[in-house]
């Protein structure tokens, strides 16, 4: 069996618990949790080895999240360690988080520009995205001096380059070429 179709298979099954047990923003919070933990390079290692028994990762995993995430997110983790299926986490963390954003129409865009933009700003981004994609923007913020001025939107696939390091470049090409 290939590894999308492994990761959409456990993915799902979570995500309809969730959806079942009205869980859905804390199952996606404890794999957000999940996700920084697995991360760590000692963890990762130990997590990924084939030597260290499945007994043993399962009790360390109960260990360490036990107080710290739900429980149906904790038998989830256990029952990935048991199939042996726990080199596919971050993937399957993935997958269950594009279901749930989905699932609250939230889309997720990359705004780079080449200073901070203040809270109003962003908020007026927001708006006009909201439209766009006529749905709940879900914004990330990244500044990149490299691109002068203007700004980078990337909305999944798409993106839009209204930098002035864009332009300089575009305007550069036509220059040599003529």
């Keep these: 069996m290939n ?10 099954g979570l995500f309809k ?18 996700a920084q933990t697995l991360k760590l390079p000692e963890f990762q290692n130990f997590i990924n080895s084939p030597v260290v028994p499945v007994s043993q990762k399962k009790q360390v995993v109960y260990e360490l999240f036990k107080d710290k995430i739900n429980q149906y ?8 360690i048991e199939n ?8 399957i963390i993935k997958d269950f988080h594009k279901l749930y954003k989905q699932a609250l129409n939230i889309t997720e865009v990359e705004l780079t520009t080449a200073v901070e933009l203040d809270e109003q700003l962003k908020q ?9 994609t006529k749905s709940n923007v879900d914004l990330n913020h990244t500044v990149d001096k490299e691109i002068i001025g203007g700004f980078i939107i ?5 993106q839009l380059d209204a930098s002035i ?8 090409k036509h220059i040599t070429n003529n």
Aim: aromatic fraction near 6%.
């Design 3 to 12: 590894e999308s179709k492994i990761t959409t298979r456990y993915a799902k």
């Design 17 to 34: 618990v969730a959806q079942e047990q009205n869980l859905l923003k804390q199952i996606d919070d404890d794999l957000a949790l999940v």
């Design 73 to 80: 997110t904790l038998n989830f983790l256990l029952l990935v």
């Design 84 to 91: 042996r299926r726990e080199s596919f986490l971050d993937i």
């Design 124 to 132: 007026e981004f927001i708006q006009i995205l909201s439209k766009v």
């Design 154 to 158: 990337r909305i999944e696939d798409k």
């Design 165 to 172: 390091a864009s332009q300089l470049s575009k305007l550069k």
